[in-house]
């Protein structure tokens, strides 16, 4: 089909090339080389050799699929108009009024449904088009974010302008390690600068932990401390600043609209270059000295066992007066999804871009239907801490718990560390079996130190209702998403009391989380 077409425009010359590029809107792709065994040259009038028709174009061109789509619609639409005025009104049926009036409501129908279909049609061809713009300019595999169908809702939606962010594009270093690549998200606070700060400051190699900011908002101020740090780090900004169309009594959740449309867009950016993991920062976070070694030291894991779906540098009981601050290499499995300085890996954005969430995707992460019983790795004493009081959360938790979070000062090699302990099978052996084992006593015996045995002790809850209880009086974290209490595996939380380690655990015949206990 394309054969005939070109030659048929090489004979009628009704269009020049350059028309012809014009008209789909970019240089038409580069003409192969023909065989010498084959006599496929084009002549003129005068009897010479035509070179521009002499020489064909791939077989099947990018450009010429996007207008043989166009072509198509438009033959569509056509169609439909002529049938609609052929049958309907050039008819010289006398109608009775029922006959005339059901007639007239086809009528409104049948418009109806024509022009939803030429508006699915421009929706359709401009997806296309947008794909071939980008499979031009990118050579490695994207992974798209698709929230919905292609339907109504998403035709309310602009489509984004994409920008050419000059992200790395060295994705292993030349000894066969991964590129870890850090994904800063800011927004409008120039605070974002003492993160950036803590972030070079620590950070062993540029090459090895690009820094990448992603910037939503558009703020100038913001931006301009960012680009203050010259190629110490890449900007990238999220280009979509259109304002979210949200019911009335979610007004004030707007804010979670735009950060979830913002991880969107700057993880997909990120993960298009080539890398396979990312880690995550928040703008209002500072970072241990080992914070680097830590990831260098647990990536691995997550391509080990796929029962592990992150490594979060964060711990949501991590005050001071509940961690053991002499074992800064301890580390847990945890249910509950972390966050605030975590790594994924290419795999897990693949998986979760095709159905990112319009907000709140910290709280979608957490659910079943996204966690499939997955867990991640999380510490005893933090590698980050939050100072970010101001924020779309409006300081939820901060007085009370965030701000009391401990940030380690010790730098622990965790590349020099067995981390096999941490597999599943391993974990559910050593750790899960073991607190079993451990005596159970109260709160208050625990609080006035009347426990004659040495060593880890349990304390055990039955009830959504004493869990909570038990927490508050310990001054733990007592909330519960999707069902899974903060820090929990298989429903233990581990932590540090009067100097002693203590699990506070469901007893042995635990049936899993009950989603109602949120």
Known sequence: MLDKLFRHSC???GLNQYENNRYIGLPYPPIKQQSETRDDRQFNANGTVDKECSERPPTKPPRMRSRKVLLIVGFLITWTYATYYLLLRNTGVNLSRAQA?????LNVEARDANKKSHDMAKNLFQLVKTKYDQAQKVSTPQISIVAAEISGEMLDQPVAKQTTALIPTRTYMGNGEPVLPVLVFACNRVSVKKCIDNLIQYRPSMEKFPIIVSQDCGDENTKGVIQSFGNQVTLIEQPDQSDIKVLPKEKKFKGYYKIARHYGWALNTTFKVGFDFAIIVEDDLNVAPDFFEYFLGTHKLLKQDPSLWCVSAWNDNGKAAVVDASKPELLYRTDFFPGLGWML????WSELSVKWPKSFWDDWIRHPAQRKHRV?????????RTFGKIGVSNG?????????IKLSEDFVQFTKLNMSHLLKDNYDKTFVQSVYTYPIVTYDELRRNL????GPVRIQYTTREQYKRITKMLGLMDDFKSGVPRTAYHGIVSFFYNKRRVHLAPNANWKGYDLSWS
């Open 396 to 404: 939820l938790f901060f007085d009370k718990y965030l701000k009391h």
């Open 11 to 13: 004979s009628t010359r």
């Open 345 to 348: 890996t290419k795999e897990l």
């Open 451 to 454: 426990i004659a045995a040495e």
């Open 376 to 384: 991640c790795i999380r510490p005893e004493i933090s590698r980050t």
């Open 101 to 105: 009036h059901q007639m007239y409501r």
